[in-house]
């Protein structure tokens, strides 16, 4: 029997549902930089898909209009977008981002224009868009703007009572926190200094524990996770290096030690108390304690030499055979992920001063894998944030190849109005969405940018050196426009 006009139409909108629904699933949506936006790319297809627009911005100025999709740049057609995670932004993204970057430092107005080629209903136009004048970020100017408008958006966006308040709670402001206090210490701006303070007086708490029960494998209040302990200790211990400040040691070595007394006999971890994953661990709580003890022995707090020999141990077995840490010990499990895990690692061995192959070879991992470094697990946003650190501290090189990289990536974040919209990966970034993410966004702006001023102990054994960066022209920087 053949279906009726009325099951006809509804197996239609089902079927119409199923696509969209897949669209979405697979869809990356993202800022389009100083044309003043959001486009919207899928798998397979080299057309970015305008879904807003920002009143009087340029974009919506020169008649560009929500639903034109955008196939290429003056004739030259995009690539199509994939979701493998080696591919990065190639295809529609980096294209853009790119020659947006690169077209709106041009001096003359008319230098400053960009012709898009789109798709309008059924015809192929061009559209031809002058965009205003702004550095690029291959130059020393450039990069200093984008590192002041994020603090800037930092120092706005804290709460009255000197912190950043996630959607989730204490724990998550805890982790906020503490890495918008690393990324304001590392922008080194006379601006951030009340915000710092602020903030470091916030993350010690009101009775100096840092809301760590005396006994640390109770879970606190807001079940206050191993994600809050590390960072706070690794923040607080960049603010005891920069001021001097020692209110900061007892709350450092509280977290160093909560650390230890929540990891089990065998050297695993949790999210809090318990090892997760019925007893498979946690491994990036493993490197994240780790860079948080390696940090507290930079300020001054004893190291706990059992506690860093057990959770070695459980890293050693984890790094795969291609250099990068796996989500447990077992093999197999996969390394597209582990940039955070990897970083946080080389990070913490570098700073020790122990491992050194081990930590060459982290640090290879990630010079190897630039593309991949934003799919961390569980929380993007962290592998972007300490991989530039890693990087600048075992490879130079692969510094400035990981800054071409992700130039097309910083670019589309910027608006017109100078402020900061987060990118996310293609895959889990599940975390990011309980930080918030345009604070996130600006957090990781900073800490890819600012390493090789070298303001943190992140970033070397002695801040405040002359910065090793290349100057305005040189290859390390310039490279992405080459």
Known sequence: MRPNAATMLWLSIIALSLVVTAWARASEQFPIGILGGRGEVVPQSPLMRVISLEPDSPAAQAGLIVGDQIQGINGTPFEAHTNRLDDGGNGPQKSLGEALDELASQPRTEQRKIVLDLIRDSDTIQLEIELPQRPGLSSEEGRRLLVADASRQLRNTMTAGGYWNSPVGLTGDRVLTAWALT??????????????????????????????????????????????????????????????????????????????????????????????????????????????????????????????????????????????????????????????????????????????????????????????????????????????????????????????????????????????????????????????????????????????????????AEPGEKPQRPTDGDSEATGASN
């Open 183 to 460: 990324a304001l210490l590392s922008a080194h701006l006379d601006e951030n200094r009340e915000s710092i303070e602020k903030a470091a007086s916030w993350l010690r708490g009101s009775d100096g524990k840092s809301w760590i029960p005396d006994d640390p494998k109770q879970k606190g209040p807001d079940n206050l996770g191993n994600w809050a302990i590390s960072a706070t200790a690794v923040a607080l211990a960049e603010h005891r290096i920069a001021t001097g400040d020692e209110c900061d040691d007892a709350v450092i070595e509280r977290c160093c030690k909560a650390l230890s007394a929540r990891m089990s006999e065998t050297g695993l971890f949790g999210h809090d108390i318990v090892p997760g994953y019925s007893n498979k661990g946690f491994n990036v709580i493993n490197t994240l304690s780790h860079l948080a003890w390696s940090m507290g022995a930079q300020a001054g707090i004893a190291l706990d030499e059992n506690s860093w020999s057990k959770s070695l141990e459980q890293i050693r077995q984890s790094i795969d055979p291609n250099g990068g840490v796996r989500y447990w010990t077992m093999k197999g499990t996969g390394t597209g992920d582990a940039s955070l895990r990897s970083s946080s690692m080389a990070l913490a061995l570098a700073i020790s001063g122990r491992e050194p192959e081990m930590a060459q070879n982290l640090g290879t991992y990630l010079a190897s894998h630039p593309s991949r470094t934003r799919e961390a697990h569980a929380v993007g946003s962290l592998g972007m944030m300490l991989a530039p650190s890693a990087l600048w501290r075992l490879d130079r090189a692969g510094y400035w190849n990981f800054f071409n990289e992700w130039r097309w990536y910083l670019s589309l974040m910027h608006r017109p109005d100078g402020s900061l919209h987060y990118i996310g990966g293609k895959r889990n970034n599940g975390g990011d969405s309980y930080l918030g993410k345009h604070r996130i966004g600006c957090i990781i702006a900073i800490l890819i940018l600012t390493p090789p001023d070298e303001k943190l102990r992140l970033h070397t």
